[in-house]
């Protein structure tokens, strides 16, 4: 486990440095293990994490890593006391605080890593925060709330050397790695086509938002903006239906691409898109009502098209993604009764000798038709991680150190991975961009209805320039982005 002195390198574990400065032969300092018993674990030994966002996912996180025998959760953060009553019932010694900027500044000496499971708008600067103190950190996915702060991420996980995972249990699961295999093994061919959905969004979409509430006595409403525009309470901002406006999540694409697309990121030879169409559905039509029209909501429906050119030079792959109900034509080789995927969505990769299908997450991969699999043979050849256990991966890798542990979404991957999602994002608020608010005629109002282009270095739209405002949003004083 590291004991980060510097932002720039690595540096021993502590029992390590106990070792080399002479301290470890002094019992007044280390008790030998076996005077301790058998089994156990030197508090010097052990990875000491604070929660930033402790209620919902970020409860259930704490209490995955808690499962370790050399996890101290010794910090917890929430803006909203009524979150984190659970995880401060269950972490009673953890110190408390609703702000993760005073947290890191007081307790940084004794935190080791953090997690970081707040709404979308905030991911980027508490994480960024931690790494910047050489904190390890796991952070819930979507990994960012913008193009730009994925970007920034994927860089500072190489400027600060620290341990990073995206929170995309799957990536760690058993069926995206047999993908993986049936994939290398050639017997579904040249892959060009994949086919990706989801049941999301399942919260509340398009309320009203001038309604003005009555901010909760538990609840810091300005800690919980962060960056975003400061506006009025409305209580169908939070708790978990932030995701369905744009200022603090990231819509259904955003909920579940990184569970659902990650075998697509994961396995086929691409990187960025080239560009990037969609279409939307739900209220933003020329029809309604002016107040229906509002640009912080994320749609009911959507389908998205990415065109990626793949890194061998062989060509692109067109990855299509359909969420709101809306699903993929099924495919012919799947019989009366046979599901598509599973409840929460699916992935389909359609190669030009056969198709094969998983469920979300990679779970449950299998050749189309059904019957291909009782006589495939496609031995392992993946390591497995054990128990497919995302959390207990990422705590072993930051005891073991940086350039020794391995998780399996590092930021190196996970930031890229996020970043070329998020293209999907800045083509709908582009379709949803009106240009031109007294047009008179739907193709003169919605100029962003469109193939866009997108140049992946410079991180920009180059045939509609008006996108270009979502890959960078503009933050709140205090509460910037700074490498």
């Not at 702060?149 to 190489?158: F, H, M, N, V």
């Not at 299509?320 to 799947?334: A, C």
Request: net charge neutral; proline share 7%.
């Amino acid at each position: 486990m590291e004991d980060k002195k510097t932002k720039q390198m690595s540096t021993p574990s502590r029992r390590e440095f106990l070792k080399a400065s002479g301290l470890a032969a002094t019992s007044f300092f280390i008790v030998p293990r076996h005077v301790l018993g058998k089994g156990y674990i030197a508090p010097s030994d052990k990875l000491n994490i604070a929660g930033i966002g402790v209620g919902g996912k970020g409860r259930s996180d704490l209490a995955s890593f808690a499962k370790s025998p050399n996890v101290n959760i010794v910090a917890l953060c929430d803006v909203d006391d009524r979150q984190a009553v659970t995880s401060r019932e269950n972490f009673p010694k953890a110190k408390y605080y609703k702000d993760f900027r005073e947290m890191l500044q007081k307790e940084h000496k004794n935190i080791d890593a953090c997690s970081i499971s707040t709404p979308d708008n905030t991911h980027a600067v508490a994480t960024l925060a931690a790494m910047q103190l050489g904190k390890h950190v796991y952070t819930q996915k979507p990994l960012t709330h913008d193009i730009y702060e994925a970007r920034i991420l994927g860089q500072a996980a190489k400027k600060y050397k620290v341990i990073t995972q995206m929170g995309n249990q799957g990536g760690s699961g058993n069926g995206v790695r047999r993908m993986q295999e049936i994939y290398n093994s050639g017997i579904i061919g040249k892959v060009d086509k994949v086919l990706c959905w989801t049941n999301r969004p399942v919260w509340p979409q398009a309320i009203p938002s001038d309604i003005v509430d009555p901010i909760p006595k538990e609840l810091d409403f300005d800690l919980w903006l962060g960056p975003s525009p400061k506006v009025g309470y409305n209580k169908s901002y939070h708790p978990w239906n932030w995701r369905g406006w744009w200022p603090y999540g990231t819509g259904a694409l955003g909920d579940m691409a990184c569970h659902i697309m990650d075998p697509v990121y994961r396995i086929l030879p691409i990187l960025y898109p080239s560009s990037v169409e969609c279409s939307v559905g739900g209220t933003w039509t020329f029809t309604l009502r002016e107040k229906d029209n509002n640009p912080d909501w994320t749609p009911f429906t959507t389908s998205i098209h990415l065109d990626y050119p793949r890194n061998d030079g062989e060509g692109n792959i067109k990855v299509s993604w359909y969420d709101g109900g809306i699903l993929p034509e099924l495919p012919e080789e799947l019989l009366p009764g046979e599901t598509f995927g599973n409840s929460d969505g699916g992935v389909l990769f359609i190669g030009s000798k056969g198709k094969l299908m998983a469920d979300c997450y990679g779970a449950n991969p299998r050749l189309l038709p059904l019957k291909e699999n009782d006589i495939i043979n496609v031995p392992e050849t993946l390591a497995r991680v054990p128990n497919e256990d995302h959390y207990l991966q990422w705590v072993n890798a930051c005891i073991d150190g940086y350039g020794k542990g391995i998780t399996s979404s590092p930021f190196e991957y996970a930031a890229p991975f996020t970043e070329s999602i998020l293209i999907g994002n800045l083509a709908l608020r582009s379709w949803m961009s009106r240009d031109n608010p007294t047009a008179q005629r739907n193709a003169d109002k919605y100029m962003g209805r469109k193939k866009l282009y997108w140049d992946a270095e410079n991180m920009k739209v180059t045939n509609y320039d008006n996108a270009n405002q979502f890959v960078k949003r503009a933050y709140r004083e205090g509460w910037e982005l700074k490498l």
